[in-house]
């Protein structure tokens, strides 16, 4: 059971490039997530989706912009790099319960520089 | 907006030491908060969350946190620090309007010290 996966681990870019990170889990969870981390600052949340179709803002998207055309998958894309986006980004995944305090599921990460 | 505050950014203790990691929430109506762990170069896992079904919770690794009404806090304690219990830790509230959003604290790095 993989869980949550992200690719690349690593990635330099230069500044005006663009490139996608990818995320993909295998838990048939209906919530994902994607959070970047940077020094200090804890997790803040660029995107999420509620389930296939669905995508929504989050605290800080600008810049980035995604899309979930299934259940596994939740492609972060970043259409022009600059170096504020240099972070840590991180996806999540949640199967939703009754209870609502149900375990998020976090990715290994991608860390991103842009230079 | 809910949200939750941890102070300070590091914290060192000695092995064999008490772990007190403090979190204070802002909330109207009882929240939904949780304690992630975060070990070097890794993504993050729970700790521990709150039910309402007891104010103290128990987590992974000896850890619990009490949660105070009184006090809008969760704070995270372990009574015997191990080295392997250097890592980041987030308290965390998820959002009431139905997407289960995290909104986490800035986090508090612990180093034990031998």
């Known amino acids: 059971n993989a869980g949550v996966t992200q690719t690349p681990k690593f990635r330099i870019l230069k500044i005006g490039q663009s490139m996608t990170l990818q995320c993909t889990q295998d838990?048939?969870?209906?919530?994902m997530y994607w959070y970047r981390q940077d020094p200090g600052m804890g997790l803040k949340l660029i995107y999420y989706s509620v389930g296939a179709g669905i995508t929504d803002k989050g605290e800080v998207p600008n810049g980035y912009n995604v899309s979930r055309s299934t259940t596994e998958d939740f492609p972060l894309r970043l259409e022009l790099a600059a170096p504020s986006q240099t972070s840590v980004y991180f996806c999540a995944s949640i199967l939703p319960n009754r209870d609502r305090n149900t375990e998020a599921f976090f990715g290994q990460g991608t860390r991103l520089t842009v230079v | 907006a809910q949200s939750v505050t941890q102070l300070g950014s590091h914290v060192s203790v000695s092995e064999g030491a008490l772990v007190l990691l403090r979190c204070n929430y802002s909330?109207?109506?009882?929240?939904?908060l949780f304690w992630y762990v975060q070990y070097p170069n890794q993504g993050l896992q729970l700790l521990l969350k709150?039910?309402?079904?007891?104010?103290l919770v128990k987590g992974i690794n000896g850890f619990e946190a009490e949660f105070k009404k009184s006090e809008t806090s969760f704070h995270l304690t372990k009574p015997s620090a191990h080295m392997s219990d250097a890592a980041e830790y987030f308290c965390a509230v998820s959002d009431k309007g139905g997407s289960e959003k995290l909104v986490f604290g800035k986090g508090m790095k612990l180093t034990v010290n031998p």
């Open positions: 909330s109207s109506v009882p929240p939904y």
């Open positions: 709150y039910t309402s079904a007891a104010t």
């Open positions: 838990m048939n969870h209906n919530y």
